[in-house]
Nanobody, 124 residues
Framework: QVQLEESGGGLVQAGGSLRLSCAASGRTFSSYGMGWFRQAPGKEREFVAS????????YYADSVKDRFAISRDNAKNTVYLQMNSLKPEDTAVYYCAAALRGYASIRRNEYDYWGQGTQVTVSS
């Protein structure tokens, strides 16, 4: 069983930055692929970014490319999402997810464990 806990969400003005963290339980964190997804009110949960088990491969949704950066620290069992140049349309609940397969997937159904989410609100 893997437990994931997100933190770092909050209210920020457009153009600002936030850094989300996701702390994972388990001794095999370094073997998981990790991803961030988000869900805005009335919308489907969508892919944001993912990173492979060793950090060598990363993928981003087109809407966040060049503004967001995903990284991981396997020694701390933590994955991060640095979000810069935030826009009101980035407002959503952000979820961290773990894929036991280890690669950086963009598909929601390839993730095995999910956190509870953290709210990000960007005001205009």
């Amino acid at each position: 069983q893997v437990q994931l806990e997100e933190s770092g969400g909050g209210l920020v003005q457009a153009g600002g930055s936030l850094r989300l963290s996701c702390a994972a339980s388990g001794r095999t964190f370094s073997s998981y692929g990790m991803g961030w997804f988000r869900q805005a009110p009335g919308k489907e949960r969508e892919f944001v970014a993912s990173v492979s088990w060793g950090g060598g491969a990363t993928y981003y949704a087109d809407s966040v490319k060049d503004r967001f950066a995903i990284s991981r620290d396997n020694a701390k069992n933590t994955v991060y999402l640095q979000m810069n140049s935030l826009k009101p349309e980035d407002t959503a609940v952000y979820y961290c997810a773990a894929a036991l397969r280890g690669y950086a997937s963009i598909r929601r159904n390839e993730y095995d464990y999910w956190g509870q989410g953290t709210q990000v609100t960007v005001s205009s």
